[in-house]
């Protein structure tokens, strides 16, 4: 991954390739056209306090996102200016929101694909903005060549377009000896490094990660950061009496597994329980998907992907909670001895579920899951899931659905999710689309209402939380994949959506901030 480095050098002296700075659209209140955001004044001085018109000259305006550059001036050791806009100037004394900074740190990172280093004069009102601008510098270098000729030996984050990832980025105004300042720095490396390993498992074509290999993926992980792993394969499973993971594995020659993965702090009083639906691939079964809807299905277990890269990096910044992760994982393939639309599975917790559809698994090994984490009586459990296409409908490509039993809690992750830059939005359970999934044979069927679906699998889960145990539901079927091309710090493919957010409910929770 890119190297950061906090610095105190001013621009011009700095050997780098290139130097970001940041540009704005003028307030209405404070002046009109371009404006060069703080952090550069010593590169705008060098172009004799005119660089914003010079800028405005080659066609910048500001906008977020866009990517301008021009040679350095005379005395300066990097020979590259890269002027990235920030959207709007913030009205009166504010700073700049720390998405937006995250956002411009990401896209200065891909623009720099293959430079060894770069300064990043970007403003940095308060340690939280230097916390936003790594992550987004790391997130947004992110690449996944691995599989191409020119990056096999680059490793997963191998090299973008025949180039590699920037080396480093040194962000000016950073104290290198200030404690707060190096923990922003920490934290942002922890969880970046993690959240893209989560992309990189997204990423991975099944041919290479079913639930086998990446149990084995997690077990190693476990070792290297103190984590306890336990793996229930399909021996396990079957003698535990988990028959929504068995039932939706049944048709792969790839089994099926349960990996728990425990995470503990000498000194927690709380404890997180977080569940991910960890479909390998997903075809649909014998309720096969049409042509056009199996290309992407390689990511149906980017929940799994976010619960395992949580609580490895819960463990990396020594939380003071205990976090238990819980990876639902299985094949959904269709075969002669796959599930079939109307039987009927005893599932982990004793009820037994009517299956009409065989594409509608997620739920089902999420159900087993879910009950045994209950069974443990977290303070809350939260689950991960590119559950339905409902939700995709609902809420479109970059924003994931929150559902719970508790709406102080949907609150909360909604307020967290908003924190660290993941777009959300609380959903509700309305009862009266429970009765659609009443069953003339089992407890109940897998299947409702089609219209509300992804409200309809979200009542589902909740059958399957303990009594009197807080949980939340993230359908992040929309963001998990971007298919589109790469925006701000997210790439295109698999973007490890919800790590974040899971991250910091591990974090308010140790800090006695959430329930």
Not at 139 to 145: E, I, P, T, V, W
Not at 149 to 162: T, V, Y
Not at 197 to 222: M, Q, V, Y
Request: glycine share 14%; hydrophobic share 45%.
């Amino acid at each position: 991954m890119t190297a950061l480095t906090l610095s105190t050098a001013a621009a011009p002296g700095l050997r780098a390739d290139a130097i970001v700075i940041g540009v704005a659209k003028g307030a209405a209140s404070k002046s009109a056209g371009l404006v060069v955001a703080p952090g550069a004044e010593a590169v705008d001085k060098a172009y004799d306090g005119r660089l914003a018109g010079v800028l405005e000259t080659l066609g910048a305006s500001g906008a977020e996102g866009e990517v301008t550059k021009l040679p350095a001036p005379a005395g300066f050791k990097a020979p590259l200016v890269l002027a990235v806009g920030l959207g709007a100037e913030p009205e009166k004394d504010a700073d700049y929101d720390a998405e937006v900074l995250r956002k411009a740190g990401g896209v200065a990172a891909r623009a720099l694909a293959g430079s060894k280093k770069a300064a990043f004069a970007l403003p940095l009102g308060d340690v939280g903005d230097i916390g936003a601008v790594a992550e987004g510098v790391l997130l947004g270098a992110y690449a996944f060549d691995v599989y191409k000729e020119n990056g096999k030996d680059s490793g997963a984050q191998g090299k973008k377009n025949g180039k590699a990832p920037l080396a480093e980025a040194a962000l000016l105004g950073g104290k290198p000896r200030d404690k707060e300042h190096k923990a922003a720095i920490e934290r942002a490396t922890a969880v970046s490094e993690e959240l893209n390993r989560a992309r990189d498992l997204i990423n991975t074509p099944p041919n290479d990660l079913n639930p086998e290999s990446f149990a084995a993926i997690a077990t190693a992980a476990g070792k290297e950061h103190g984590i306890k792993v336990q793996v229930l394969d399909e021996k396990a499973l079957t003698k535990g009496g988990y028959g929504g993971i068995l039932g939706v594995g049944s048709g792969s020659e790839a089994g099926p597994r349960l990996v728990k993965l425990t995470y503990t702090h000498s000194k927690a009083s709380k404890h997180l329980a977080l569940v991910g639906k960890g479909i390998t691939y997903d075809s649909g079964g014998i309720s096969l998907k049409p042509a056009g809807h199996n290309e992407t299905m390689k990511c149906d277990m980017s929940g799994a992907a976010a619960v395992f890269a949580a609580v490895v990096a819960a463990a990396r910044l020594g939380l003071q909670v205990n976090v238990t992760g819980w990876l639902a994982l299985a094949e959904n393939m269709p075969s002669g001895s796959a599930v079939r639309p109307g039987d009927v599975l005893r599932m982990f917790s004793g009820k037994t579920v009517e299956v009409l559809n065989t594409d509608a698994e997620g739920r089902l090994v999420l159900a087993d899951a879910l009950w045994a984490a209950s069974q443990e009586k977290p303070d809350a459990i939260v689950d991960v899931a590119t559950l339905t296409g409902a939700m995709v409908l609902a809420l479109g490509s970059r924003t994931f659905g929150v559902m719970a039993n508790d709406d102080a809690f949907r609150s909360a992750i909604v307020e967290a999710a908003e924190e660290v830059g993941e777009p959300s939005w609380p959903m509700p359970l309305p009862e009266h689309l429970r009765k659609g999934m009443d069953s003339p044979t089992a407890d109940i069927a897998n299947m409702g209402e089609r219209m509300g679906g992804g409200l309809v699998a979200g009542l589902f889960l909740r059958e399957f939380v303990g009594e009197g145990i807080t949980w939340a539901h993230l359908d992040i079927a929309g963001p998990a994949f971007n298919e589109g091309g790469p925006f701000g710090y997210t790439p295109k493919g698999g973007t490890g959506s919800a790590v974040r957010t899971l991250v910091r409910l591990a974090e308010l929770t140790a800090a006695g901030d959430l329930g």
